[in-house]
């Protein structure tokens, strides 16, 4: 079992930054591949990136590729989002998830946490 709290999320202007950080309950959290998705109201859950269990394989969305970066420190059970050049169009509702096993790019993880908001004023 493995539980998951974002933090980090607020309100920013355009061209802004924001870090959103994502902590990691259990003793196995360098075993799962971790991924940051996001929603807004009445659209689907949409994949921005996700990072392997050792942080050698990176993936991003087109729309956020060359501005976001993930990383993560396993000592630390924590994965970072890191988000600069905001859009309005990047406001969302943040999701970190964790699923064993390879990348994914999909809804197919196995642990969510409850998100955090993130708001980019134009």
């Known amino acids: 079992q493995v539980q998951l709290v974002e933090s980090g999320g607020g309100l920013v202007q355009a061209g802004g930054s924001l870090r959103l950080s994502c902590a990691a309950s259990g003793r196995t959290f360098s075993s799962y591949a971790m991924g940051w998705f996001r929603q807004t109201p009445g659209k689907e859950r949409e994949f921005v990136g996700a990072?392997?269990?050792?942080?050698?394989?990176?993936n991003y969305a087109n729309s956020v590729k060359g501005r976001f970066t993930i990383s993560r420190d396993n000592a630390k059970n924590m994965v970072y989002l890191q988000m600069n050049s905001l859009k309005p169009e990047d406001t969302a509702v943040y999701y970190c998830?964790?699923?064993?096993?390879?990348?994914?790019?999909?809804?197919?993880?196995?642990?969510w946490g409850q998100g955090t908001q993130v708001t980019v004023s134009s």
């Open positions: 998830a964790a699923r064993r096993g390879i990348v994914g790019t999909t809804l197919a993880y196995d642990y």
């Open positions: 990072i392997s269990t050792g942080g050698g394989v990176i």
